[in-house]
């Protein structure tokens, strides 16, 4: 069968609708007479991905320098966003680091998100109260943190789009991309219908790397994790004090183990803390139990040491919801065109590598531009640098390469 939806050529065709093909759908459609249209393999919205559920972190505290202007400019595009829905889904807190006073990955989150480290040995910083530091630790706290309520900020940009006449289409699953002669370009589905495009944007989070392989022959090293979220009961008493209400901040811990957490809110009396890594995991066939306790247990024994008297661990995680992410790598974002017979006609988005939901607005922003103008001038303007993120850092490096916090259970 073949359908062209919506009598004709769409300017450009989004495929995968998370955040990133969400937030990248918008931005093509605000120019004002673009033909766009997102396909979505699921139901609009679903929970097998990678951008559903409850909460995201959102902090300019990171190791590599590349990172905090682009947050920076999603701070201004998530305000934008927000403005043109006429709600909010962005909650901002001030953010909280910590870890071992010489670990080199936190002395760099602190200088590049200008933080403020906490007086060595002082008690009378705002949340030591809360926070037992181990003897060698730091604290530093900084200004741009906040929650960003997910399965919401999706719908936000989804609707966006329509607003600015997107067209959406779910349970499509794109199964080829092909080239149809100068500047057409034919997106087909496992269902046979066949759309046709002058620009592609593959947004498919777990996965990019079977759909771009077969699309256009290029590997990319992105492997899908088995992660969870657990919620934990704060105890009773304690439970106005964990809010962002109270002030309380968003927080990261470095060292052995990468902790991370987002202020008592979603659930009144739980707290979400999460550590970070995962299971290998192939995204059409998940064992949804692939991690065992190996990510609740080092939390549980982490909240009891460092956040004494304050949540109640006992029972182990009030609530569990799985999640993936896609790891590159280098935990690098992949932002390039994928080349080949396809030029600069097919741009790629994958390898968010567990924290790129915070700057979804400009990553679908910089996608739109390179796919309508070849090149991501917002991002350039804000100085933020994507040239690192191309596909071509990774020649050589094995497919399979993971990072450091995969878990093998
Ligand atoms: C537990 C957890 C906690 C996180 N915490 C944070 C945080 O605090 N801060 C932060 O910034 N980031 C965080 N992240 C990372 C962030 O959520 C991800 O980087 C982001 O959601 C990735 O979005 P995506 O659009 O690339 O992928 P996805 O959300 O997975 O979207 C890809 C979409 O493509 C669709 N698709 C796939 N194949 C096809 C096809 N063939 N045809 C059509 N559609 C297709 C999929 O169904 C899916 O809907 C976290 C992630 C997890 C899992």
Not at 177 to 201: D, N
Not at 258 to 285: N, R
Not at 301 to 328: F, K, N
């Amino acid at each position: 069968m073949a359908a062209v939806d919506n009598g004709g050529l769409f300017e450009v065709i989004v495929v995968g609708g998370g955040i990133m093909g969400s937030c990248a759908a918008y931005a093509a459609a605000s120019r004002p007479g673009a033909r766009v249209l997102l396909l979505e393999q699921f139901d609009l919205l679903h929970h097998r991905g990678s951008s559903h559920g409850e909460s995201r972190g959102i902090r300019a505290t990171y190791p590599q320098a590349r990172y905090p202007p682009m947050v920076r400019l999603a701070a201004r595009l998530w305000d934008d966003a927000q403005r043109d829905a006429g709600y909010s889904v962005l909650t901002p807190t001030p953010q909280l680091d910590m870890g071992p006073r010489g670990d080199p990955d936190l002395r760099a989150a602190i200088e590049n998100g200008g933080a403020a480290e906490v007086a060595s040995g002082s008690t009378s910083w705002p949340w030591s109260g809360v926070f037992r530091l181990p003897e060698g630790w730091t604290a530093a706290t900084s200004e741009l943190g906040g929650v960003i309520t997910a399965t919401k900020a999706v719908a936000m940009f989804q609707s966006l789009a329509v607003k600015h006449g997107a067209v959406l289409r779910d349970r499509m699953e794109v199964v080829d991309v092909a080239k149809q002669g100068e500047g057409l370009i034919v997106v087909k589905t496992s269902s046979g219908e066949e759309f046709h495009g002058t620009k592609c944007i593959i947004t498919v989070g777990a996965w990019a790397s079977k759909l771009v392989k077969s699309v256009a022959g290029v590997d990319l090293p992105v492997q899908p994790l088995h992660t969870l979220i657990c919620y934990w009961k704060v105890r009773p008493g304690r439970e106005h004090e964990l809010t962002p209400e109270a002030g309380f901040p968003t927080f990261c811990c470095y060292g052995d183990t990468c902790i991370y957490s987002t202020p008592s809110m979603e659930f009144p009396g739980l707290i979400k803390v999460c550590m970070h890594g995962g299971a290998p995991c192939d995204p059409d066939w998940r064992d949804w139990c692939a991690t065992g306790d190996a990510l609740v247990d080092p939390v549980a024994r982490w909240i009891d040491e460092l956040m004494p008297g304050h949540v109640d661990t006992a029972g182990g995680p009030v609530i569990r919801q799985s999640c993936m992410y896609s790891m590159t790598p280098d935990v690098d974002f992949i932002i390039d065109f994928v080349g080949g017979e396809f030029g600069k006609d097919v741009v790629v988005g994958a390898g968010f590598s567990g924290h790129g939901f915070k700057m979804g607005p400009d990553v679908g922003r910089v996608l739109a531009e390179m796919a309508m103008d070849g090149e991501a001038r917002t991002a350039a303007e804000a100085g933020a640098e994507v040239r690192h993120f191309r596909i071509g850092r990774f020649k050589g490096i094995p497919e399979k390469n993971l990072p450091e916090n995969e878990i093998n259970s």
